[in-house]
């Protein structure tokens, strides 16, 4: 018969002294309950220790922000469209605030803005991780925008250039073009010298998955981290959207590295914010926005900047859309960012359906950096581009209603008509800034006159393209932002008198 052990008394008294209390605060633990829930917002009471913007998790799983509070009741910001939120459900602190992964991993990714990924792969494995609302850099972080943003768009680095660390709104009507522009510049920086971050917010999930396969295409992917909050998720998540974008980077400048990040667009992101002030019970204000929506608009683009040698250097280069109604600039939202931001790019609708694109007004456009931002060739040779345009619109719009004009005149507006298309420019084809230069030293000194308006756009390009080889030194200095070796202009001239036929 087996033997039977029976413990001894003492022994298992002396493991039970020995052994550590139970710790029982987890069972005891305060927690909130949900007492209503509308369009996006939950009331919760119970919740004594949460500040504002902490995160708080309910039992669906359901993560939401404390927003509003008040005596013995929170306004909770949901965050998850698709997890239900009940009243009766229990609400718990999270004991921060929403943060974001960050860093270089995230290059290549598709994530929403607390990092959860959206594009079928694990979620983003970084050692980083920010807060979303983060104070902009102090003034003595900040440093001079002197080096210029190459867009390989040639309207934009010859006639309002902009450099990095600089805000320049991209504003105009809806479908004239500005999601392609801010595309084509991201696609410009492929070569990896900028690393870029695009975020969307409220637009629709087939808006997002083109601008992932565009920049796909593209080959741009890989230098790119898109932040994606569509007009299905809640407001919650979408008002989050751009501090997410911020924070990465953010992250990214912090290691010295010069960022792009592009906000698809700020009008959804302030008709989210002013649908969740209108469900809090804040006082409507112009347009029924709330009273601070110029200070969150403002909160988040001073965070983009260029970085002193102190500070780590690195930059963060803004591009904020807006869509506007009717070409209707004096609306709330756009000159609040007008004011706000250190430049414009105009969409002009009569331009996008002549087919100009882009269809960048220059006349109503404008870098507030101007010329600090370009080289010095580049300077000289679109010194006058300005003006030339503005005064050749002016002058066809008189050739067009019949009136009689002089030949210089008429010369001035066949000119016009060449620069015109000489700037009309294909999607993702950035042009390098030495072509640029040269096409713009040749069509301002007459040397495209004898090409038609029809064929000098190919005729130009394809001639530079060829003559690049014969002026290998002076592409070289050109790309580089430094003067080309003496006498130049008239060994291009040369070059184009031999390429084009005795044209020039």
């Known amino acids: 018969m087996a033997e039977t ?41 119970g919740l004594d220790r949460v500040g504002s913007e902490d995160l708080v998790a309910f039992d669906s ?9 008040e005596t013995g009741r929170t306004a909770v910001v949901l965050l998850d469209a698709d997890v239900p939120v009940r009243a009766g459900d229990g609400v718990r602190p999270v004991g921060r605030g929403p943060s974001v992964a960050a860093g270089p991993g995230l290059l290549g990714r598709v994530v929403d803005p607390l990092g959860r990924p959206l594009d079928g792969g694990p979620r983003p494995l970084t050692a980083e991780s920010l807060p979303l609302f983060r104070d902009a850099p102090t003034l003595s972080q900040r440093a001079p925008v002197t080096r210029p943003l190459l867009t390989g768009v040639m309207v934009i680095d010859a006639a309002i250039p902009i450099g990095r660390g600089q805000r320049q709104l991209i504003l105009g009507d809806r479908n004239v073009g500005k999601t392609s522009l801010a595309l084509d510049i991201i696609a410009a920086q492929r070569r990896g ?24 295409d593209a080959g741009a992917l ?17 008002y989050l959207a751009p501090y997410a974008g911020a924070s990465i980077a953010e992250s990214l400048a912090a290691r010295g590295w010069d960022t792009l990040i592009v906000y698809d667009d700020l009008t959804k992101h302030a008709d989210a914010y002013r649908q969740l002030a209108l469900l809090l019970g804040r006082a409507p204000g112009r347009e029924a926005f709330p009273g601070d929506i110029f200070h969150i608009h403002a909160q988040l683009l001073e965070r983009a900047t260029a970085r002193s040698a102190a500070s780590g250097g690195g930059s963060v280069t803004a591009f904020p859309l807006i869509e506007t109604t009717d070409g209707d600039i004096s609306a709330y939202i756009p000159t609040n960012l007008i004011s706000i931001t250190d430049g414009q790019l105009y969409f002009d609708t009569v331009r996008f359906e002549r087919n100009q694109r882009p269809a960048i007004d220059i006349g109503r456009s404008v870098s507030r950096v101007g010329g600090a931002a370009q080289s010095a060739p580049m300077r000289t040779a679109a010194r006058t581009l300005r003006i030339a345009m503005s005064r050749f619109e002016t002058l066809e719009a ?19 008509v060449l620069l015109r298309e000489l700037l009309r420019q294909p999607r993702f084809t ?6 640029q230069i040269l096409a713009l030293t040749a069509a301002t000194a007459g040397w495209f006159d004898g090409l038609g308006a029809g064929s000098v756009s190919d005729a130009a390009w394809s001639a530079l393209a060829g003559l690049a080889p014969d002026l290998s030194d002076v592409v070289e200095a050109l790309d580089a932002g430094t003067e080309p070796p003496a006498g130049w202009p008239d060994r291009l001239h040369d070059l184009l008198v031999r390429h084009l036929g005795g044209t020039p």
Request: charged content about 20%; aromatic content about 2%.
């Open 5 to 45: 052990l029976v413990p001894d008394a003492g022994d298992l008294a002396r493991r039970l002294a020995a052994a550590s209390p139970p710790d029982l605060r987890a069972a005891v633990r305060r927690r909130g309950a949900v007492t209503a829930v509308a369009d996006g917002v939950a009331h919760v009471v």
């Open 61 to 69: 799983g359901a993560l939401g922000m404390a927003y509003e509070l």
């Open 193 to 216: 010298d900028v690393s870029c971050v695009y975020v969307l917010v409220g637009q629709p999930m087939s808006r997002l998955l083109g601008v992932i396969e565009s920049l796909r």
């Open 222 to 238: 890989a230098n790119t981290v898109i932040v994606g909050a569509d007009a299905a998720q809640a407001p919650g998540l979408q």
């Open 398 to 416: 008189l050739t067009q209603v019949g009136l009689d004009v002089d030949p210089a005149t008429r010369a001035a507006v066949e000119r016009g």
């Open 430 to 435: 950035p042009r390098p800034v030495a072509r």
